[in-house]
């Protein structure tokens, strides 16, 4: 009766293993999984890897130095131990040159330990590609300047009417 339930147990952690590495898979997030100690990615979907501009298969047991520019590798290098030291997701911001155009990455680093309260052996990435919500708050941020200098030039019209009848009346 043991040996079954553990059976059991174990069938249903490899389904919710399988289902869960489907989800990563086919999320429209790039998600990579790294050693705390030596930076190397232990695992990673093919958004993480198009993010990186390598194939999938390439990309496992490299670190950032091997498959990125030394500016860019030092720096995500040095968010990655930023996010190690804390406790919390650490946020940044990337701009990416892909297919032609630039592309705004939200990147969030999440330290992982697999005993509480000891240091953490694993650092989760997720970025997601935040392009077209910056362009919109950008459009919508010109459309609010935009809109008042119109306003301020609709008062200052007025004032000046106002001024100019107020001069007709004084002559008068």
């Given amino acids: 009766l043991d040996i079954e339930r553990r059976r059991q147990a174990e069938t249903s952690i490899a389904l919710a293993q399988a289902s869960l590495q489907l989800i990563i898979d086919t999320a429209p997030l790039a998600i990579a999984l790294f050693d705390a100690k030596t930076l190397r990615v232990l695992r990673m979907n093919h958004m993480a890897a198009a993010l990186a501009r390598h194939p999938l298969d390439a990309m496992l047991g490299r670190m950032p130095e091997e498959f990125l520019d030394p500016d860019n590798a030092q720096l995500v290098q040095g968010h990655m131990r930023d996010a190690l030291s804390s406790k919390?997701?650490?946020q940044h911001e990337y701009r990416r040159s892909m297919d032609g155009q630039v592309r705004i990455w939200d990147a969030r680093?999440?330290?992982l330990a697999t005993?509480?309260?000891?240091?953490?052996?694993?650092?989760l990435l997720v970025a997601s590609d935040v392009t077209e919500q910056r362009a919109a708050f950008d459009a919508r941020l010109h459309e609010a300047i935009a809109q008042r200098e119109r306003l301020v030039k609709e008062v200052h019209h007025r004032i000046k009417n106002n001024l100019q009848g107020v001069a007709g009346l004084l002559q008068q």
């Fill in 88 to 90: 919390d997701a650490v």
């Fill in 109 to 111: 680093y999440m330290p």
């Fill in 115 to 123: 005993v509480p309260d000891a240091p953490p052996d694993q650092l």
